[in-house]
């Protein structure tokens, strides 16, 4: 048999159940991807004789024969790139990039009737997590947004990203698009009950499947407790998990690993294992856990973090300022009512999954998908005993994180296996195993109660938030306390308090995820003070803008301790201005004709802390090399988050070159300084404040020398291109380096920056929508971001991150839906049951940045990652509220859980 | 997905030529679409129905035949007739696919209809254009039923082990009635949580009304005569009992409750209308 790929032919066979996906990327063709492995999101997409198909649906012996053209094989012979590749180049249809080879195999196979006709329903196969489609749409439809880079002038400019070409082409490399010798897998068995005692396991039918190496139980393991939550410092989150352990804690835990030749025997290996469990009365509900004699999910032997284990508490927080009564008291309409927000998980593309070795010179190594290598690494040495210089960990592309990824949760097992088989081992989640057994975001029910005069001054504020940790508590307080802070921040008021619980329950666990907890407060206390200003006849922009916190205000929640916490630039009036006058301009956009719609508009504000209260900093290492261009090396990964061009972008505008000519080496332990990691919107605020000291530094550093080797006056040297013009001779970096060097002197240096102080960003979002009086259908007829980022570096990125933040956002709001049954097992853990949004769901939103320079961010930036999802849910909810006359309270508002309302008050109108 | 457990893919022929004995373990492969997007750790063997060389449409004065291994994509593209204007049903019910157009071109209608989903729109379709299933045993033997009796239950059959479906066959008398269409799904174009098809005689009267997706198994409806509102309530509710209706994550059974009574009203009343 043979098969042809690209215009070459392979002799290999595939096994008889295989399918081609999996084939394609045994024969190298890594540019075919897996984001769900059976059929819903088109990552895997490719051509079968000219025929688009999802390749991971191809039972592989059927391709025979037949021309097999993958993202490889679609550029022309001589390397020119199909006109599909260059308009998503000319547009940056992407963000990570893990979708791109399978939007464009099957934007490429359309017509342009297809494309004009029905762009929804040709795209209906196609996911991406990370644009929330709209620089997709643009790349389809041929409009090109990059913008040509001038030297010195790279800051501001919508450049494009620098793995663009090799993301186009299906040459960009994510973790697992590599083949090592001897590689082995590892699969899991994971725990079938919600809560139980392990009482025994009888491995040896796995052993004797043919392949299979090894099974690990919790015997084998470091009996250490860890949590896998990354932060800088990991005293900010329990000690309450062991690698493998012998209590089960939810559906989906993983109880025994598996090593084998293939994935294959590693999969019978799992089904041979033979686990007797004593099975133990579970808990699900946070509020029922804290009762007496509810089950107890982690004993009090556990680690002294945990506040009060028998009542499983993890964490509670209490604080406030002023006196709550007195404010209550004083008021004239007060407002109290309890909103729930539920599970939602990142999807981002890329499933977790690493590999791991030890070299030959006995060093462990491991590449992986992770937000922070290097926190990785300080795990992977805790726990095995080893050496910070004995471990590298390292990541090359990362196919989309949102917060899913500051967590390790292969590498110890892949690293275990690694040292104890010595070969390489490879772990991959499944679409499954990231919903069952990853995390989600937390689910928290907040209660908010306000009190206002008739004027509309806030008196009292008063929040009451219960968390549901899950079975673990990675994450579970410093998402509290962020949930604490900035929602409450956002508005003056002498009167506060807080109450704040974070609660373990048999349920999977929950993590970081964009918003880090805030997403959900700011979605009661949002909905809240729209409730508020309907009480008091007040127009909602009104109601807050009397409220929120001015230039020079403290941002108060939890009490008066001194913060590092200020606010470096204000933009939050000129947000509010933009949405306002959007709103009221109209998009010419109406509801569907008939009398069936109801209509409705809201609004709300978001406030988000431009770094993390935890520690967090970034080494940035810059030289010049000696073809005159520059080198950056710095440890933040690149998950589509932009940060990378960003940072050259920084380099290039100080070094007075353009951003291509800054080569970067990054998120590599052995290859670059320390950095804590890509998270919490650090990317902006830390590691390119860093980059940006670096860049000034050596700008000076190479003028001084410049100068001195010249012997032309200091002020008379600039830099110029690739050169340095010193009065009237231009000097070639390359050729100044040769001297420099000569000469004793570096032209090479690193400079550190840190997460302290921080800024505060804000947003602001409002819908018009229209809601079916019978059906509950919602569409969203006009959308409206706007964002204060500080200086925009890069306003085509910029807009991404707010069109895909919105678009998450929006999806969490109305389509997502995780559901779990009474044994506590997620029902749904396929992207074709947990429904992200597709190109059909999402609208275009109208985006304004507000015109502000921060003076604590770097060139005057802050971070915008993750803030723009916050108003999104509640400007949904009042605007719901607007159209119909019924609050919801609860997320998400799907027709069929907000329909019966809705029809009894409108349903009988026309009927 | 990879199907590890599968040992050995034989072609369907090898069956019907004695060659190969159906045993546990086995299945029959169509296009794939479903079998390859789940895990199936019970499968040994996959019996290839592509080698049966069936044509995929054959049209006549009596109607239709839709061979089992048809794709969705070939369905999609057929033409329709003037004469039979219930044909755009064909195109309503191939969009109702929650599967890309991608995956059309390689998923069948019998693979459809076997997996016997309550959101599977070629159950839907056969079922209201009166279709009749041709079966096949393991000995070559044909049986035939009614589309309305196949499917018994979520992902359940009237199929025996061996057992397979060779074609449907829609009667002209069914194409050459005015239809009306409504489906509602949780997301744009998402999977159908009900998709409801009214037929009606050309020249009126006669009413038939096809519940699928909201319902584990299709439901249908026959009036000899139009019916008003309130018959079809009480019709539908006779049919359908508060627990009949199908429960997922893709809607809540009193939801389709809702819609379906919602659905059918409107289709009643477009059909009593005039005949275009
Ligand atoms: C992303 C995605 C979305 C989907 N959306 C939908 C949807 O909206 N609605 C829906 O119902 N399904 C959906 N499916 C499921 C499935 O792909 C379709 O039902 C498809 O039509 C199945 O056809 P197939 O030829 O690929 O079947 P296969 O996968 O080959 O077979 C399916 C089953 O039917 C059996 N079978 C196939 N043909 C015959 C035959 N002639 N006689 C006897 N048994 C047979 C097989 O043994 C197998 O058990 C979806 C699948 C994916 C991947
Ligand atoms: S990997 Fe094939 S469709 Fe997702
Ligand atoms: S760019 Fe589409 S999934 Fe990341």
């Given amino acids: ?911 | 997905m990879n199907l590890n457990t599968i040992e050995e893919v034989r072609q369907a022929t090898a069956v019907a030529g004695g060659d190969v004995e159906w045993r546990d373990g086995d299945s029959w492969l169509a296009g794939g679409t479903w079998l390859f997007s789940e895990p199936q750790p019970y499968l040994r063997r996959l019996l290839d129905l592509r080698a049966m060389g069936w044509q995929p449409l054959e049209s006549s004065d009596g109607g239709l035949r839709v061979a089992a291994t048809c794709t969705i994509a070939a369905l999609y593209a057929f033409p329709g007739r003037p004469d039979w204007p219930a044909s755009f049903l064909i195109d309503e019910c191939c969009r109702a696919f929650l599967a890309s157009f991608k995956i059309w071109n390689t998923a069948t209608v019998g693979g459809n209809i076997c997996m016997s989903l309550p959101a599977g729109p070629m159950i839907s379709l056969t079922t209201a254009l009166e279709g009749v299933y041709i079966i096949q045993g393991l000995d070559g033997a044909e049986r035939q039923m009614p589309a309305l009796d196949f499917v018994t239950g979520n992902h359940q059959n009237v199929l025996q082990p061996g057992e397979l479906l060779r074609a449907i066959d829609l009667p002209a008398a069914a194409l050459r009635k005015r239809a009306a269409f409504r489906r509602m799904s949780m997301t744009h174009m998402g999977r159908s949580t009900a998709l409801l098809i009214g037929t009606v005689l050309p020249q009126g009267g006669a009413f038939t009304l096809t519940v699928s997706a909201a319902t584990p198994r299709p439901v249908q409806i026959v009036f000899a005569e139009a019916p008003d509102a309130r018959a079809l309530r009480e019709r539908l509710n006779e049919a359908i009992p508060d627990d009949g209706y199908f429960d997922d994550v893709h809607g809540a059974p009193e939801y389709r409750k809702h819609i379906t009574h919602y659905y059918a009203e409107q289709i009643r009343a477009e059909l009593a209308g005039a005949p275009a």
């Fill in chain 1, 1 to 911: 048999m043979s098969y042809h790929v690209n215009g070459k032919t392979f002799s290999e066979n595939p096994a008889a159940g295989q399918c081609l996906r999996t084939f394609l990327r045994e024969l190298g063709w890594f540019g075919v991807k897996k984001g769900c492995d059976a059929g819903d999101c088109g990552a895997c997409s490719v051509w079968l004789d000219g025929v688009p198909v999802h390749s991971c649906l191809i039972p592989a012996y059927r391709a025979e024969g037949l021309q097999i053209t993958t993202i490889e094989g679609l550029a022309g012979e001589n390397g020119d790139l199909h006109p599909m590749q260059r308009q998503f180049l000319d547009a940056q249809g992407f963000q990570c990039g893990f979708c791109t080879a399978g939007m464009i195999m099957t934007a490429a196979s359309l017509s342009a009737e297809d494309i004009q006709g029905d762009l929804a329903r040709h795209l209906k196969g196609n996911l991406c997590r990370c644009t929330g489609y709209h620089a997709i749409e643009d790349a389809i439809h041929g409009v090109k947004t990059v913008e040509e880079d001038r030297p010195g002038a790279s800051v501001g400019t919508g450049v494009g990203a620098p793995a663009g070409p090799e993301v186009v082409t299906g040459k960009a490399r994510y973790t697992l698009d590599t083949t090592m010798e001897g590689m082995l897998h590892l699969k899991v068995l994971r725990a079938p009950h919600a809560h139980a005692k392990i009482v025994s396991i009888d491995k040896s039918a796995a052993l004797a499947v043919p392949g299979v190496h090894a099974v690990y139980t919790w015997q084998d393991v470091p009996r250490k407790l860890y949590t896998t939550s990354i932060h800088e410092d990991f005293r900010v989150d329990p000690n309450d998990t062991y690698m493998l352990d012998n209590i089960v804690r939810f559906v989906g835990q993983r109880i025994v690993a598996v090593v084998a030749e293939s994935e294959a025997a590693a999969e019978e290996g799992c089904r041979q294992v033979v686990v007797e469990y004593e099975v133990l009365p579970a808990v699900f509900d946070p509020e029922e856990a804290m009762r007496a004699g509810a089950p107890v999910v982690h004993d009090t032997s556990g680690d002294q973090f945990i506040r009060q284990p028998e009542r499983n508490i993890l964490i509670d927080i209490h604080g406030g300022i002023g006196d709550v009564e007195t404010g209550f008291a004083a008021a004239d309409v007060i407002h109290e009512a309890t909103y729930g927000t539920h599970r939602g998980q990142h999807a981002h593309l890329e499933t977790h999954c690493s590999i791991s070795w030890v070299d030959e010179d006995g060093r462990l190594n491991v590449r992986t998908t992770s937000q922070s290598p290097f926190i990785c690494r300080d795990k992977l040495c805790y726990l095995f005993g080893l050496g910070l210089q004995n471990v590298r960990v390292f990541c090359d592309r990362v196919g989309g994180g949102f917060g899913g990824k500051q967590e390790v949760l292969t590498e110890d097992l892949t690293a275990l296996a690694a040292i104890n088989t010595g070969r390489p081992v490879q772990w991959e989640f499944t679409r499954e195993e990231q919903f069952s057994a990853s995390t989600v975001r937390h689910p928290m029910q907040t209660t908010v109660k306000l009190g206002a005069t008739r004027d509309g001054t806030l008196t009292a504020i008063q929040m009451r938030v219960v968390s549901n940790t899950g079975a673990y508590g990675n994450h579970g307080g410093e998402t509290l306390y962020h949930a604490c802070s900035e929602s409450v921040g956002l508005y003056r008021c002498p009167n506060k308090k807080i109450d704040a619980f974070a609660v373990y329950t048999n349920t999977l666990p929950s993590g970081a995820i964009r918003g880090y907890g805030l997403t959900q407060t700011l979605y009661a206390v949002e909905c809240a003070m729209d409730e508020l200003a309907r009480a008091l006849e007040m127009d909602p922009f009104d109601l807050r803008q009397k409220n929120v916190v001015r230039p020079g205000d403290p941002m108060l929640s939890l009490g008066e301790e001194a913060s590092d916490t200020e606010i470096g630039s204000y933009g939050l009036d000129e947000c509010a201005t933009q949405v306002r006058d959007a709103l009221a301009r109209g998009n010419g956009v109406a509801a569907p004709p008939g009398g069936d719609w109801l209509t409705g508009q809201g609004i709300a504000y978001a406030m988000h802390d431009a770094a993390p209260p935890t520690e967090h900093r970034s080494e940035a290492r810059l030289r010049v090399l000696e073809d005159g261009a520059f080198e950056l090396a710095i440890g933040t990964a690149e998950f589509g988050n932009g940060t990378t061009t960003q940072h050259v972008q920084i380099a290039a505008s100080t070094l007075g070159t353009v951003a291509d000519r800054v080569r970067v080496v990054q998120s590599d332990t052995d290859k670059t300084g320390f950095d804590t990691g890509a998270f919490a919107s650090t990317g902006t605020f830390v590691a390119s404040k860093a980059v940006w000291l670096a860049a000034e530094a050596l700008r000076e550093r190479i003028l001084d020398f410049a100068a001195s080797h010249t012997q032309v006056g200091r002020d008379m040297c600039r830099l110029d291109a690739a050169a340095v013009i010193c009065g009237e001779v231009r000097i070639p970096l390359g050729d100044l380096l040769q001297a420099a060097e000569t000469s004793g002197h570096q032209l090479a240096l690193s400079r550190r920056a840190y997460g302290s102080p921080r800024s505060v960003a804000f947003n602001v979002h409002g819908f018009r929508i229209a809601v079916h009086r019978v059906t509950g259908e919602i569409i969203i007829l006009q959308s409206v971001h706007a964002a204060d980022a500080g200086t925009v570096i890069n306003p085509m990125q910029l807009r991404g991150q707010v069109e895909g933040a919105v678009a998450q956002g929006i999806g969490w709001a109305l389509y997502e839906r995780m559901v779990i049954d009474e044994t506590g097992k997620v029902v749904n853990p396929q992207f074709r049951n947990y429904r992200i949004p597709a190109y059909a769901d999402i609208p275009r939103t109208e985006i304004f940045f507000a015109d502000t320079h921060d003076t604590i961010g770097p060139l005057g930036a802050k971070g915008m990652g993750e803030c723009p999802i916050n108003p999104v849910a509640p400007a949904l909810a009042n605007a719901l509220e607007d159209a119909t006359g019924i609050r919801f309270h609860d997320l998400p508002f799907r027709p069929d859980l907000i329909y019966r309302p809705i029809f009894e008050k409108h349903g009988m109108a026309t009927a």
